[in-house]
């Protein structure tokens, strides 16, 4: 996996961000992100998909950590879907985005936002059953994440779906126990419980 440095000697403002705030980012930008170059008009383009309605505050601080390291995002209204794409033109991040990023040596800030973010994007909030829920087709970022949560003492555990007629992958869901809001985490759905 090749470490990659976030700075501003790459040109945009990642040092304006605290490193759980680094963490929730990039976990937000493995569940809800899409990176990709139009070679017609030679664009690099980081993009997000949330739900318009349900994930209003989730936009919110996803554009104010944005304009913290720099941008401006374009904020477009999916006419065919109940979705807010969130987007920017950048080839410097789109290049940071673009590398596996090392998560060794990484802090137990870094961490906790991380699986904010993943929870903010790929989670499930029931208040009345008291739960939180992350179900994904990527087991090896659950298990990145269960590991995460083991360090700062947070129980989880995952186990493979059973697939739906719809279904052309396998997927897998994860509980995290709700002692996750116990701690100073950066996500919005598990404020909602």
Do not use: W
Not at 154 to 161: A, D, G, M, Q
Not at 178 to 190: A, D, E, G, Q, W
Request: proline share 2%; glycine share 6%.
């Amino acid at each position: 996996m090749e470490k990659i440095i976030i700075s501003k000697r790459l040109g945009i403002g990642m040092d304006n961000l605290t490193e759980k705030e680094k963490g929730y980012f990039f976990g937000l930008f493995e569940g809800d992100g899409y990176k990709y170059y139009a070679k017609k008009t030679r664009q690099y383009k980081i993009e997000f998909y949330l739900n318009s309605e349900r994930d209003k505050d989730i936009i919110e601080f996803l554009v104010k950590l944005l304009e913290k390291i720099g941008f401006k995002p374009n904020l477009y209204q999916d006419k065919r879907y109940k979705c807010k794409r969130i987007r920017v033109y950048s080839k410097k991040l789109f290049e940071i985005m673009d590398k596996n990023i090392d998560h060794t040596n990484k802090s137990r800030e870094f961490k906790i936002g991380f699986v904010s973010g993943i929870i903010d994007s790929e989670g499930h909030v029931n208040s009345k059953k008291s739960y939180i829920m992350i179900v994904n087709t990527n087991k090896d970022l659950l298990d990145k994440c269960k590991e995460f949560l083991k360090e700062i003492n947070i129980n989880s555990s995952i186990s493979k779906r059973l697939p739906s007629k719809k279904d052309k992958l396998d997927s897998y869901r994860m509980y995290v126990s709700v002692n996750f809001r116990n701690i100073p985490h950066l996500s919005t759905k598990t404020d909602r419980l």
